[in-house]
């Protein structure tokens, strides 16, 4: 799953960060290589010296206490801000497409329907409108598939949120606290929508508060990155 190149012992060995140790980090196991990433938050070094390599089909998780740069590191390979230092790189499949990225703010104007949303988010991504209505489905809003967003609950906007993946699919998943606002049977949605991503060869990386039943491959603590 990564490799690092001085890796402590709580990053337990599996398949994934393994395979990370081909010579050719581009071929068609890998997803995502960071080298030498440094942050900054105004005047505040987040981490510096961050090396990882994520690997297809994997599944990472970031930990750390508050301010180490879990949102900013997804925020940089998601390419919404720049890196004091260092490089980004996906490997070509998942570079042409660019990742899907789920944030903590859901994204909904407070008039758009889920209907509406996903038609426009569709449109947006070049992808078509016929996978709307089995997403909408798949994440339990059919009959609430017309109510305006100022009338969903904060779960039922994540859910919408989660649908996007699933009517323009990406590779690479970017989550940050994905699990947020989500009940008990959100979350276990949220864990199957992850297990069928990474069956099909996705790659997900996830900024992580409270664990999830679905346990991932490794750990990276950003706090060993702190400075």
């Known amino acids: ?18 395979a990370s140790l081909s010579e050719d980090p581009f071929n068609s196991e890998f997803a995502l290589q960071i080298s030498n990433l440094t942050a900054v938050r105004g005047y505040s070094l987040l981490f510096s010296g961050l090396d990882f390599i994520l690997s297809s089909g994997c599944f990472a998780a970031l930990k750390g206490p ?5 949102t900013t590191l997804l925020r940089i390979i998601a390419g919404f801000i720049e890196p004091e230092t260092g490089n980004v790189s996906r490997a070509e499949e998942f570079r042409d497409q660019g990742p899907f990225f789920l944030g903590h703010e859901h994204g ?6 889920p209907l509406s949303h996903l038609k426009d988010w569709a ?12 997403a909408i489905d798949r994440v339990g809003l059919t009959i609430r598939q017309n109510v305006p967003a100022y009338s969903l609950s904060a779960g039922q906007k994540k859910r919408v949120a989660l649908a996007r993946a699933l009517v323009a699919p990406r590779k690479l ?6 699990a947020s606002a989500l009940d ?4 276990a949605l949220l864990c199957d929508l992850m297990r069928e991503h990474l069956g099909s060869g996705g790659s997900i990386l996830a900024a992580l508060h409270d664990p999830l039943e679905l346990q991932p491959d490794t750990i990276l603590d950003l706090g060993e990155f702190a400075k």
């Open 123 to 134: 449109d947006m991504h070049f992808a078509p409108r016929d996978r709307i209505s089995a």
């Open 173 to 178: 998943w970017l989550l940050d606290e994905p």
């Open 66 to 70: 508050n301010g180490t740069g879990k």
């Open 1 to 18: 799953m990564f490799y690092r190149r001085s890796p402590p012992p709580a990053i337990r060995l599996s398949p994934c960060l393994e």
């Open 108 to 113: 909904l104007r407070a008039s758009e329907t």
């Open 184 to 187: 008990v049977h959100g979350q």
